[in-house]
């Protein structure tokens, strides 16, 4: 929760001290310039964030347990990074909650469906604060009435049991955003953190695309192998979204997407949304990180998790912390490679590490004060801020009306669909 200026000032000196006080004050007031010049922007064009994991910590807090009003959104949470007050401060005026399912959850249609219900269950418990997002013009409605507007995400096509059906009872119920899958390989999509089985997608992965574009939900790509997010591309209908991942090019974690698939956003008209996961942050973690990974960058193989990052800080030194500054390397590169049209924020605040200056989500203004100083425009922000997001929400709504019109349902499950 450290409010630290990023700006340290210069060490005090007796030899000059009106020239340190001066350099000082000037570097303080740049810093102050640049952050006031960010509240302003996200005031204007409040933060939509692409990913943040609350209502999974809302599940597995010791005590709430899953019960939104125990858990008391309303006051601040140190040893967590997300609820109300530092949602205001951090300028939120948008939000895809993750409605996760492990995949190795017993019961994984069950599980996603009691994440959706806990999502409905903040918006019931705070209708003062947030405002039931279902379109991209809920947007606009909740700014003006001070609201954040509330999406809801799927991450985790486990909870479909190989099926379609539940794609529309998950619309139904209001999401409006899919990540295709998680950290592991699942029968009709490769994940990018297991082994390929799907040549990316299969036959019933495409139907799942397909149906996600009649419905007009946004298919996300965060977490999907390389393979996947080419084959996903060149059949969609409507926009994508990676809700969460970074540029591998600066970080080689798999979990980020290549430059190939970037410039591919511009065509298909989709975005990229920066996560503040370390690990796919920066470079240095992920190559201290790599000992205790398995090919695909997932944690951990040892069955002592903790005496194995022992022996990797005994042999390597303490592990590298990501920063705020690396954040805006990754949004520079991802600007970059996919243009600003299609670059947005995505933190994955999931109540565990962040990186340093990016602590919870009340530090999103810095991170924009630190893009202000590298001499991105307002306009640019803005779009990094939400309009990029709210076009690509939009288009997909336009492109699944205009389905509907002429697509009956997809049906069936995994089996009816032979062939890959
Ligand atoms: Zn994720």
Redesign the pocket.
């Known amino acids: 929760m450290a409010k630290a200026s990023r700006v340290s000032s210069p060490s005090p000196s007796t030899e000059r001290p009106d020239l340190n006080d001066e350099t000082a004050s000037r570097s303080a007031a740049r810093s102050d310039n640049a952050l006031a010049a960010a509240r302003a922007i996200l005031k204007r064009a409040p933060l939509f964030d692409g990913?943040n994991d609350l209502p999974w910590v809302i599940r597995i807090d010791k005590t709430a347990r899953g019960d939104v009003v125990a858990y008391g959104l309303d006051h601040v949470h140190k040893s967590a990074d997300t609820d109300i007050p530092r949602l205001r401060e951090g300028m939120v005026g948008a939000q895809f909650w993750?409605a996760f399912q492990p995949t190795k959850a017993s019961h994984p249609a069950v599980t996603a469906l009691e994440q959706i219900d806990l999502i409905r269950r903040i918006e019931e418990a705070h209708p003062q604060v947030f405002l039931p997002a279902r379109r991209a013009s809920d947007y606009a409605r909740a700014k003006a009435l001070g609201k954040i507007a509330s999406f809801i995400a799927v991450?985790g096509g486990v909870g479909l049991e190989n099926s379609l059906g539940p794609l529309r009872i998950w619309h139904a119920a209001g999401v409006r955003l899919m990540?295709l899958c998680?950290n592991e390989t699942l029968d009709w999509v490769d994940s990018a953190t297991d082994a390929p089985r799907n040549g990316g997608i299969n036959a019933f992965g495409r139907a799942v695309i397909s149906e996600l574009n009649r419905l007009g939900i946004v298919i996300d790509l965060?977490?999907v192998s390389h393979e996947a997010m080419r084959r996903v591309v060149d059949v969609t209908e409507a926009p994508v979204a990676l809700s969460?991942s970074n540029a591998y090019s600066l970080c080689d974690h798999p979990r980020n997407a290549p430059d190939d698939v970037l410039g591919r956003l511009k065509e298909n008209g989709g975005l990229v949304m920066a996560t503040f996961v370390p690990g796919f942050v920066s470079q240095p973690l992920r190559d201290w990180l790599r000992g205790s990974r398995d090919a695909y960058g997932k944690a951990p193989l040892a069955a002592d998790p903790k005496a194995q990052f022992a022996e990797i800080e005994a042999k390597h030194g303490t592990a590298p912390k990501a920063s705020l500054e690396q954040v805006a390397d990754h949004i520079e590169r991802l600007v970059e490679a996919a243009g600003v049209d299609h670059v947005g924020v995505g933190s994955?605040y999931f109540g565990g590490a962040s990186p340093v200056g990016l602590e919870d989500v009340s530090r999103f203004p810095h991170l924009f004060a630190e893009l202000v100083r590298r001499g991105f425009s307002d306009r640019d922000l803005e779009k990094i801020s939400s309009s990029n997001a709210l076009r690509v929400l939009r288009k997909v709504e336009k492109v699944g009306k205009s389905l509907r019109k002429t697509k009956a349902p997809a049906i069936g499950r995994l089996e009816d669909y032979p062939g890959g």
Request: cysteine-free.
């Open positions: 990913h993750a991450e990540t998680h965060a977490h969460h994955d």
